[in-house]
């Protein structure tokens, strides 16, 4: 079949059974590759969505510039849709993110506006305060170009995209076989859409929210490090608008450590080139294979590749000190 365009190949990635990781775990994990979208991630599925929403209701129009607040990987979706479409994207990403991300939104096409951190802030670790800076700029060059926002945090496009995709593959693909999901969550998106769709195919399917360790706002917890290597998400936010009235079964913290050895584990044990993020989702995953779902099946999601940190400490190996040793079976 060939398609039209590169937005049409968005979707309908492959599940894998990571049996190599789960070693000595009781019951398994299924990963759901999304770094195979065109853009490498999870984002292409919510920037497609909110784009074919605002043209349905009107609220884009034709050579209007769209607008987003960006890591990265939601920018890089953005300027594939927007380039097949025909629109001019800008980007607006803080300073803290990957170099690489930047580099390849202005590849696509993209107009990537660069924010300075908050005073304080690392790079490499985007937190919260970091955001806001990058949201009123994104906000005045809305109000400047008369552009549509896409505002991946609020758009109901961002939970659609994965309640009528995502959820409905892993459903499939398991063959409705599925006890527990979690998800490192970033703008709640994701982890909306998949857990509304599986509670309505079974109720009794648990779904945990991860965040980062000492920056687990959404679990109620004092946040004594907003700034952290999990780029992405724990943005320190207590409140997030698509995850009003969504079900939690309950909440898992990560290390930026554990997330970093979770990402290698993944590259060495399973050929699995991804993130901070889908490192943290998977020693989650194995958080609760140890506790809560013992014997069962865990859904993750792998939310990008591993391709967009190169410049970032996740596979610098003079800092596998960090590490545990991949291959080391003790350490699974």
Known sequence: MILKSASEAIGNTPLVALDRVTGKHSGRIFAKLEMLNPGFSKKDRAARQIIQDAEADGSLKPGQTVVELTSGNMGTGLAIVCATKGYSFVAVMSRGNSEERARMMSALGAEVVLVDQHPGSQVGEVSGADLALVEAVAQRITLERSAFRADQFRKPGNVRAHYMGTGPEIWQQTGGNVDGFCDFVG????????????KEQDATIKCYVVEPENAAALAGET??????????????????????????????????????????????????????????????????LDGPLKGGN???????????????????????????????????
């Open 223 to 288: 946040v004594t490090r907003p700034d952290h290597p999990i780029q992405g998400g724990g943005y320190s936010m207590d409140t997030l608008d698509l995850m009003k009235a969504v079900p939690v079964d309950g909440y898992l913290v990560v290390s930026g450590k554990d997330a970093r050895r979770g990402a290698h584990l993944l590259a060495a044990k399973e050929g699995i080139f991804a993130g901070f993020s889908s490192g943290a989702n998977l020693m989650a995953a194995l958080q609760l």
């Open 187 to 198: 703008s709640g998106g994701t982890y909306a859409g998949i857990t509304r769709f599986l």
């Open 298 to 332: 865990v859904a993750i999601v792998i939310c990008d590749s591993g391709l967009k940190y190169f410049s970032t400490e996740l596979w610098q190996r003079d800092r596998s000190s960090l590490l545990c040793n991949p291959h080391d079976e003790n350490n699974e």
